[in-house]
């Protein structure tokens, strides 16, 4: 299997500008979560979905930021408009029912918001 | 009060030492416990689980005591391929769901 895969790798945008991750989990993963990392902060859950329901998305900051996962093999997380405080790194992770303590992280999203 | 703490470090320890690492956690409905690993620039990894009982995998011994909300990692014989950022992780459920939270990690430089 090829893990989690994540796209694009690096992000560097302006200010006010649209930006969307995407994230395809490991095949047959029916938990997708979505993180960022920052140093101050460490790892933080934004959003997690079960057979691709948003089961909790207390974790998300602001209306800024959506998640979406239209179908098993795809998610998005998309940021409008981009600040600068948004810079981080985001992961998606996946696992499956009856697994549910590991979760496998995609290498991750590094974004920087000019 | 952060739900889950750790020291930060670095710590930095020369080839062969024994290093160990704490945590606590603050929601003593946790049931599961964990360490991460994450390599500079890397995605993190399931190290091992953290067992009441202790449990040990090679030169890696974790313990949890519950009573205390305590977690510990402690790293035998230490190699240069042990240097990583150690992530303390906690599921707590129910109500957390399948929530993991994680600590900020304590960074390892071995060092020849």
């Known amino acids: 299997d090829a893990g989690v895969i994540q796209s694009p790798r690096h992000e560097v945008t302006e200010m006010g500008q649209e930006v969307t991750l995407r994230c395809k989990p490991i095949?047959?993963?029916?938990?997708l979560f979505w993180y960022r990392q920052t140093m101050m902060r460490g790892l933080e859950l934004l959003i997690y979905f079960n057979n691709n329901v948003p089961i909790d998305d207390s974790g998300m900051p602001e209306d800024r930021f959506s998640a979406k996962m239209p179908n098993a093999s795809f998610s998005t997380l998309k940021i409008q408009p981009s600040e600068p405080r948004d810079s981080a790194v985001y992961f998606c992770?996946?696992?499956?029912?009856?697994?549910?303590?590991?979760?496998?992280f995609g290498a991750g999203t590094r974004l920087s918001v000019l | 009060r952060k739900e889950v703490e750790q020291d930060p470090g670095p710590f930095n320890v020369p080839e062969g030492a024994t290093v160990a690492f704490n945590c606590t956690y603050s929601?003593?409905?946790?049931?599961?416990f964990f360490w991460y690993r994450q390599d500079c620039r890397k995605e993190p990894k399931l190290l091992m689980s953290?067992?009441?009982s202790g449990n040990e995998d090679g030169r890696f011994t974790a313990q949890l005591n519950r009573a205390s909300q305590y977690i510990s990692l402690l790293i035998r014989d230490s190699k240069l391929s042990d240097s990583a950022t150690y992530l303390c992780v906690v599921n707590t459920f129910p109500g957390g769901g399948n929530k993991l939270t994680f600590g900020t990690g304590t960074q390892l430089k071995v060092e020849l």
């Open positions: 992770a996946s696992t499956a029912t009856g697994d549910l303590n590991i979760q496998y």
């Open positions: 929601n003593s409905a946790s049931q599961s």
């Open positions: 953290v067992y009441s």
């Open positions: 095949s047959g993963h029916d938990y």
